[in-house]
T-cell receptor, first 116, second 115 residues
Framework: AQSVAQPEDQVNVAEGNPLTVKCTYS??????LFWYVQYPNRGLQFLLK??????LVKGSYGFEAEFNKSQTSFHLKKPSALVSDSALYFC??????????????FGKGTSLLVTP | NAGVTQTPKFRVLKTGQSMTLLCAQD?????MYWYRQDPGMGLRLIHY???????AKGEVPDGYNVSRLKKQNFLLGLESAAPSQTSVYFC??????????????FGSGTRLTVV
């Protein structure tokens, strides 16, 4: 089955510093990868996705993600973190099987805390 | 505004009670999904539907039933609620087929507590 793993439960970074939230994937064939963000007591907001093409994907709110096939990773990055970036981040991969209706399979989430 | 609407937003149930969560989308999407979110476990697929009148089980279907009588609505039912069903429930929808250029749209969630 298509799956992703987020190895860090929490990432702490100082405001203004670069941030990285890690995600690795395990898939058959070419992966369709996504990042979502969840602010406290809110729903999921789409940040970006990788389908094919350029390995560096740019998304919303200044975030970007780098697809690395050799390392099977899709890490989320931002050059300069803001306190308002503090939230829960989910990596997801689309299932290739019609048996799941091509549902998204999510990682466990990484809590990002940006301190002033 | 176009999107996915979930009702109710919050609910407290007693063990053994029943309830129905409603998901409505106005984007004419074929595919709809119900997920539950639990701390440290991410989102897990409960049931899904690939079109009006069709439903199928996901990863964690036990204790839940669903119906898709109308294309725009996907209902999630709990016949006899248990404390283990305390969770945040998200609905999502997407257009049909394998095309990936269309995104998944999520509702804002329903926070359910079973006491």
């Amino acid at each position: 089955a298509q799956s992703v793993a987020q190895p860090e439960d929490q990432v702490n970074v100082a405001e203004g510093n670069p941030l990285t939230v890690k995600c690795t994937y395990s898939v058959s064939g070419n992966p369709y990868l996504f990042w979502y963000v969840q602010y406290p007591n809110r729903g999921l907001q789409f940040l970006l996705k990788y389908i094919t093409g350029d390995n560096l994907v740019k998304g919303s709110y200044g975030f970007e993600a780098e697809f690395n096939k050799s390392q099977t990773s899709f890490h989320l990055k931002k050059p300069s973190a803001l306190v308002s970036d503090s939230a829960l981040y989910f990596c997801a991969v689309r299932d290739i099987s019609s048996n799941s209706g091509y549902a998204l399979n999510f990682g466990k989430g990484t809590s990002l805390l940006v301190t002033p | 505004n176009a999107g996915v609407t979930q009702t109710p937003k919050f609910r407290v149930l007693k063990t053994g009670q029943s309830m129905t969560l409603l998901c409505a989308q106005d984007m004419n999407h074929e595919y709809m999904y119900w997920y539950r979110q639990d701390p440290g476990m991410g989102l897990r697929l409960i049931h899904y539907s690939v079109g009006e009148g069709t439903t199928a089980k996901g990863e964690v279907p036990d204790g839940y039933n669903v119906s898709r009588l109308k294309k725009q609505n996907f209902l999630l039912g709990l016949e006899s609620a248990a404390p283990s069903q305390t969770s945040v429930y998200f609905c999502a929808s997407r257009p049909p087929g394998q095309g990936i250029n269309y995104g998944y749209t999520f509702g804002s969630g329903t926070r359910l507590t079973v006491v």
